[in-house]
């Protein structure tokens, strides 16, 4: 690959979701928290969450979501600690997350593009044409079918991408209708684009079990990585405890962006 970026020869497959999205978002940020010590797993994570909307670290929630739409249907609004726009999950909808040791010398954009191509394999082998569109999607002729966002901190590097197989695109589009209308805010703002799902462009039903199998099969055919299956670690889920009980459960994170977590917990 490009600028001689390697994967880790061994990887962690994590296959688990939980049923609040609350607590499946303070599972990814407990997993870029990871420290490198020699029991250290880069991780592939592989879930599902319930309906809910999902806003971007830096986004005003009445700008991108119909919050008394969500409230009426149950659909859970929640924040993520990454950046991006906002997204609409529900069990038509797999997640794909990568969490390893910060590679040198790749930029954020060369980062996406790099783990998109697992994403697009997995595609094309499945008889679509896909395209990546910088500077975090995927399309199927021209409609979006993924969108990722990643960080990096000083010592890992975690992408995470949403996968549309058999989403509802009518509430997503209820939802979701703020996120298309002009307003005038300091917040960031998501880039609507027309989406599909691989259901509709395959014009057959679309199991998430065989879409796990398949994306993992195009991760270890571009990583040539050994992956085993595993649990998360003692640490993972305090951590995650923790982060779901002061951060991702609480209002003032999910609808205004403010914390006092770290704090709390000591994150650095």
Known sequence: MVNEFRYPEKWRVLDLSYASAHQNLALEEALFHGDLSDDFNPTVRLWVNPAATVI???????????VEFC???????VRRFTGGGAVYHDGGNLNFTIVMPKPENIALLEFHR?????????????GLESEFVSPNSIEVSSKKISGAAACFNQKLALWHSSILVSTDMAIS????????????????RSRWKPMTTLEAMLGKPALLSYMKTQLLQSFQKLSNAK????????????????LL???YSRYEWNYHGTSNCKGEIGLK
């Not at 409230?71 to 609004?77: A, F, P, T, Y």
């Not at 589009?173 to 960031?188: G, H, W």
């Open 173 to 188: 589009t209820v939802a979701l209708a703020p996120s298309r209308r002009d307003a005038q805010t300091t917040y960031v």
């Open 114 to 126: 790099i783990n998109a191509s697992i994403i697009q394999d997995c595609v094309d082998r499945l």
């Open 227 to 242: 992956l085993q299956h595993m649990s998360t670690t003692p640490s993972e889920e305090r951590l995650t405890l923790t």
């Open 56 to 66: 971007g670290r830096f986004q005003d929630v009445k700008s991108e979501v119909d």
């Open 71 to 77: 409230l009426r249907n149950g659909i859970q609004v």
């Open 245 to 247: 009980a002061n951060k």
